[in-house]
């Protein structure tokens, strides 16, 4: 076990690709990277494809061998790919793709077509549809559909926390979970987990894309075109819909920014988007 080769990589979920997100900072992370050579990949809400900050957008250009995107749902609802008509989901990822595609475009940066389900829920019908557009695979943290077990031949991978990576699972490929919480006491855990990670077993940090091509041969073509997707999505939702994620997003990045860090106001936001249902 310990001369076998492992692949490994870190992904954050949800991050805005700005200077700062929540607890997480791009350089400080990307500097930490290089220190103790380790991989992230974010798990990019295609939603966000028009709010990526310029400087951060260089930095994922020049330093391709740290960082990475995939693709983290399409407008982060609560089990948005979690329903079985699958010519809504069929609808949804290729809205999802069409916004990374025009991400690309706007910033430079490239993206795996690789899928991390939003709150790790999925069907066996997001799988096939996920099939139908050319993903790779799907990186999840919920092993099972909710229309019982796996019944979707598509390239599929689980990820674990840090915790039960170091109390025993140890996967090939590794895939870690995170959200930009976990550094809310600053990055020592983090490069704990990966010095003891390191030490373990050896270990080739890579992307999400380069490491699935090692296991899977999936048929994959390279398609830039998405004709006829309107990226706002009002031709899927309506207005009411759209509204309604409109709100989500923006709240979303009021808890992760400021409300998270005042834990007493933090608990109370949370009681308040339950109620509300948003």
Not at 162 to 175: H, Q, Y
Not at 249 to 256: F, I, T
Request: proline share 4%; net charge positive.
């Amino acid at each position: 076990m310990q001369n076998k080769l492992h692949y490994a990589n870190i992904i954050i979920d949800d991050p805005l690709l700005k200077e700062n997100y929540g607890f997480l900072n791009y350089q400080i992370l990307l500097d930490l990277m290089d220190k103790h050579n380790f991989f992230t990949t974010i798990a990019f809400i295609p939603w966000n494809y028009k709010r990526t900050d310029k400087k951060i957008a260089a930095l994922f250009r020049e330093r391709p061998d740290r960082f990475s995107l995939c693709v983290h749902g399409c407008d982060h609802t609560k089990g948005e790919f979690g329903v079985s008509d699958i010519e809504h989901l069929d609808s949804k990822v290729k809205l999802a793709t069409a916004r990374m595609i025009e991400h690309e475009k706007i910033t430079g940066i490239s993206f795996d077509r690789v899928m991390v389900f939003p709150q790790g829920i999925f069907s066996n019908e997001a799988l096939d549809a996920l099939q139908l557009n050319n993903y790779y695979a799907a990186v999840n943290t919920v092993p099972m559909p909710i229309n019982g077990h796996r019944s979707s031949n598509f390239p599929f991978f689980v990820r674990h926390t840090p915790e039960d990576i170091i109390t025993g699972v140890t996967t090939n490929p590794i895939f870690v979970v995170l959200h930009h919480d976990y550094f809310k006491n600053g990055y020592k855990k983090l490069t704990d987990f990966v010095g003891e990670l390191n030490t373990r077993v050896k270990i080739k940090w890579d992307s999400i894309g380069n490491i699935l091509n090692c296991f899977s041969t999936p048929s994959f073509k390279s398609n830039n075109k998405q004709a006829n997707v309107d990226l706002s999505g009002l031709d899927l939702y309506g207005y009411k819909e759209f509204l309604k994620i409109l709100m989500r997003r923006y709240l979303s990045d009021l808890r992760d920014n400021y409300l998270c860090k005042n834990d007493y106001i933090f608990y109370y936001a949370k009681k308040v988007r339950d109620l509300i249902k948003i």
